[in-house]
């Protein structure tokens, strides 16, 4: 298969544009570069588009208020290959399914990913602490499970927006589909970091590969449900 030059190019440039700002390592950007690849030879441009946008929300997001985040140590660190993995791991085996079914779950993993970044990434500028997922208690802002409203909003705002260009591949029934997984990925993000990473039983990058399953499972039942 031959891809076009749009198609060529759009990897590399998140590539060079994450090494360029500081958001991937160099083993991370050939991450990306590798998943990217993939995704368009085996399945198309459309499934790619949505991964873009991901990418695109995660910049953004990371960049604001970076000062701020930088002096309370807030910001997010550098992506690594496994970080990469850790988001679009488990959005592989379904890229390599294919159909209707794999279609759901790449929606799923990928809403949960962006869902989890944009609600980490603003949340802990909330006005408001944090509260711990599993006692509600107030935490410290960055506590592994600590929630906010504020957060928990905005993280679902972007699942709604990987729905919206979903349905460039998919009917309608897509948006609440990545709107709803999407929150219930993010929300098993902070259950599992509050109650696994906490305790260093497990990283942030399996934690991340947890809640992207449990994602792309929420959309499946989702999908069933509906239909």
Do not use: C, H
Not at 125 to 150: A, H, N, Q, W, Y
Not at 202 to 216: D, E, H, R, V
Request: glycine share 12%; charged share 15%.
């Amino acid at each position: 298969m031959v891809l076009n030059p749009i198609k060529f190019a759009l990897p590399l440039f998140i590539a060079l544009f994450g090494l360029e700002n500081r958001s991937l390592t160099m083993k991370g950007a050939f991450s990306a570069i590798f998943l990217s690849y993939i995704l368009i030879i085996r399945q198309n441009f459309n499934w790619f588009l949505i991964l873009f946008l991901f990418y695109l929300i995660g910049t953004v997001v990371t960049k604001v208020k970076s000062r701020e985040k930088e002096k309370s140590e807030l910001m997010q660190k550098t992506r690594g290959p496994w970080n990469v993995m850790g988001n679009a791991g488990i959005g592989l085996i379904f890229v390599l399914l294919g159909g209707p079914v794999g279609f759901i779950g790449f929606v799923g993993t990928t809403a949960t990913a962006t869902a989890d970044t944009v609600s980490s990434e603003i949340g802990v500028l909330s006005k408001s602490k944090p509260r711990l997922i599993t006692s509600l208690k107030k935490v410290e802002p960055g506590t592994d499970g600590g929630i906010t409203l504020f957060g928990t909003i905005l993280g679902a705002i972007g699942a709604l927006l990987i729905g919206l260009v979903s349905i460039i591949e998919f009917s309608w029934i897509i948006i609440p589909i990545a709107l709803f997984s999407g929150i219930i990925g993010n929300l098993a993000d902070s259950f599992v970091g509050a109650v696994l990473e906490d305790k260093e039983t497990m990283g942030n990058s399996t934690t991340n590969f947890l809640a992207t399953t449990i994602g792309a499972i929420s959309a499946m039942f989702i999908y069933v449900a509906v239909i």
